[in-house]
């Protein structure tokens, strides 16, 4: 070691300074390659944690609703009167959530929905005479000034949505749910750059780097999805009416799944990933004697800490990755859930009695085709930018502007295909 030394001193100026950048460009690179290696590896996934508030996301399960009760028209009646009493007295103090209860009840037909949702909402209430401003929403995250333009932004999406949903045999306001919980903890990471870019325009944010499309997901996550779909021995195996879902187009599976889901005028495949992996998870828990299809905070957090942390158990607790929002901690099944039971979007996205349902006819190659056609022809950032350290070569194509990669000349998403 003395020697290296003593010989490097004896070196010019400008050999010095070369023999430095070599190391230096040497460390950067076995920094990049470990930390690709962790990813890979998935040493790098949010382990999560537990919510504090995981007895009141508990309890709310456990709360009679129609797909259990079995009632005349006349008890049915009697449900709706004691419900909508019930939701007078909370209209004193927070008249915007009373109405979007009333309004999710009615759309969805469904009175004893109340008792859920209020329960929900207990988290955020208290017992006191004291009314809130007309215009505030008693859930924190909801009054903050993304959620308006996000809920634009979702509407925008409605049709792609519940055709997703339709697909995967999942009820579209969960694929909803985790939509809000990924888009959210990005507002949160990037507040400035929402502010500038996607608040105004009014569009979801594409994630292209290490977690992919509006919902953040992983590569891998993406590839375990297609490989449960075709395996009739897997705990995740969703029946063989789905086993064609994602069939692929080209030989290329990589670079075709990264197209698929950083897409940034149609969504509809990050949608369809999101419903395979909330009924494969569903799937997965009721084989092992647990059914969580009534457990949306469940579903939610095992969606945000995926598969690989997705272990039936009895007793589960909801959580996930942390988010900050406001001066308020969240967690990513709390997010799903609050909107779950919020009542918002209910007109375009109602409750439904049944979360989950198994189809058992197999899709023809024209339904096949048609989904494949919903693959837009938008630029994106070239398969596996996100390793690169030159800055000229991890930019997105010039003909996508901003960080978040988003067309503002054609930031409508273009219209889907699939019937």
Request: glycine share 6%; net charge negative; proline share 5%.
């Given at each position: 070691m003395?020697?290296?030394?003593?010989?490097?001193?004896?070196?010019p100026?400008w050999r010095?300074?070369?023999d430095?950048?070599?190391?230096?460009?040497?460390?950067?690179?076995?920094?990049?390659?470990?930390?690709?290696?962790?990813?890979?590896?998935?040493?790098t996934?949010?382990?999560?944690?537990?919510?504090?508030?995981?007895?009141?996301?508990?309890?709310?399960?456990?709360?009679k609703?129609l797909k259990?009760?079995?009632?005349?028209?006349?008890q049915?009646?009697?449900?709706?009167?004691?419900?909508?009493e019930?939701?007078a007295?909370?209209?004193?103090r927070?008249p915007?959530?009373?109405?979007?209860?009333?309004?999710?009840?009615?759309?969805s037909?469904?009175?004893l929905?109340?008792?859920?949702?209020?329960?929900?909402l207990?988290?955020?209430?208290d017992s006191?005479d004291?009314?809130q401003?007309c215009?505030?929403?008693?859930?924190p995250?909801m009054?903050?000034?993304?959620w308006?333009?996000?809920?634009e932004?979702?509407?925008?999406?409605?049709?792609?949505?519940?055709?997703?949903?339709?697909?995967?045999?999942?009820e579209?306001?969960?694929?909803?749910?985790?939509?809000?919980g990924?888009?959210?903890?990005?507002?949160?990471?990037?507040?400035?750059?929402?502010?500038?870019y996607?608040?105004?325009?009014?569009v979801?944010?594409?994630?292209?780097?290490?977690?992919?499309g509006?919902?953040?997901?992983?590569?891998?996550?993406a590839?375990?999805?297609?490989?449960?779909?075709?395996?009739p021995?897997?705990?995740?195996?969703?029946?063989?009416?789905?086993?064609?879902l994602?069939?692929?187009?080209?030989d290329?599976?990589?670079?075709?799944r990264?197209?698929?889901?950083v897409?940034?005028?149609n969504?509809?495949?990050?949608?369809?990933?999101?419903?395979?992996?909330?009924?494969?998870?569903?799937l997965?828990?009721?084989?092992a004697?647990?059914?969580?299809?009534d457990?949306?905070?469940?579903l939610?957090?095992?969606?945000?800490?995926?598969?690989s942390?997705?272990?039936?158990?009895?007793?589960?607790v909801?959580?996930g990755?942390?988010?900050k929002?406001?001066?308020?901690?969240?967690?990513?099944?709390a997010?799903?859930?609050?909107?779950?039971?919020?009542?918002?979007?209910?007109k375009?996205?109602?409750?439904?009695r049944e979360?989950?349902?198994?189809?058992?006819?197999?899709?023809?190659?024209?339904?096949?085709?048609r989904?494949?056609?919903?693959?837009?022809?938008?630029?994106?950032?070239?398969?596996?930018?996100?390793?690169?350290?030159n800055d000229s070569t991890?930019?997105a194509?010039?003909?996508?502007?901003?960080?978040?990669?988003?067309?503002?000349?054609?930031?409508?998403p273009?219209?889907?295909?699939?019937?």
């Amino acid at each position: 070691m003395k020697n290296i030394w003593l010989e490097f001193k004896q070196r010019p100026t400008w050999r010095k300074i070369c023999d430095i950048l070599l190391v230096l460009f040497a460390l950067a690179g076995a920094a990049i390659i470990g930390a690709w290696g962790l990813y890979q590896l998935g040493v790098t996934n949010n382990r999560g944690a537990v919510d504090k508030n995981y007895r009141y996301l508990m309890s709310v399960s456990e709360i009679k609703n129609l797909k259990d009760a079995n009632l005349t028209q006349e008890q049915l009646d009697e449900q709706w009167a004691l419900q909508l009493e019930r939701l007078a007295e909370l209209a004193h103090r927070y008249p915007v959530n009373s109405r979007l209860i009333l309004n999710a009840a009615v759309v969805s037909d469904d009175p004893l929905i109340i008792d859920r949702m209020v329960a929900a909402l207990s988290i955020y209430t208290d017992s006191s005479d004291q009314a809130q401003p007309c215009n505030i929403n008693a859930i924190p995250w909801m009054s903050e000034p993304a959620w308006p333009a996000l809920k634009e932004a979702i509407l925008r999406d409605s049709a792609l949505i519940n055709e997703a949903a339709r697909l995967t045999g999942v009820e579209p306001r969960l694929i909803v749910g985790c939509l809000i919980g990924e888009q959210i903890r990005l507002f949160n990471s990037k507040r400035e750059m929402f502010k500038k870019y996607l608040g105004p325009v009014k569009v979801l944010s594409v994630q292209s780097q290490f977690s992919y499309g509006v919902n953040g997901i992983k590569d891998f996550t993406a590839e375990a999805v297609e490989q449960h779909l075709m395996d009739p021995t897997s705990e995740f195996y969703m029946g063989k009416a789905y086993e064609h879902l994602l069939d692929f187009e080209t030989d290329d599976h990589a670079t075709e799944r990264y197209n698929r889901l950083v897409d940034y005028r149609n969504h509809l495949y990050s949608y369809i990933y999101t419903g395979c992996i909330l009924h494969q998870t569903m799937l997965q828990w009721r084989r092992a004697g647990y059914d969580i299809s009534d457990r949306p905070d469940l579903l939610f957090t095992l969606f945000n800490v995926g598969f690989s942390q997705s272990v039936p158990k009895p007793n589960p607790v909801p959580g996930g990755s942390h988010i900050k929002v406001g001066d308020r901690d969240y967690t990513f099944g709390a997010i799903g859930f609050d909107f779950y039971y919020s009542g918002e979007l209910a007109k375009a996205f109602p409750f439904r009695r049944e979360r989950f349902v198994s189809s058992d006819k197999p899709l023809s190659a024209e339904d096949i085709a048609r989904i494949q056609d919903n693959m837009s022809d938008c630029k994106r950032p070239e398969y596996g930018s996100e390793y690169r350290t030159n800055d000229s070569t991890a930019k997105a194509p010039d003909s996508v502007p901003d960080p978040f990669g988003i067309d503002h000349s054609t930031a409508t998403p273009a219209e889907h295909t699939a019937m």
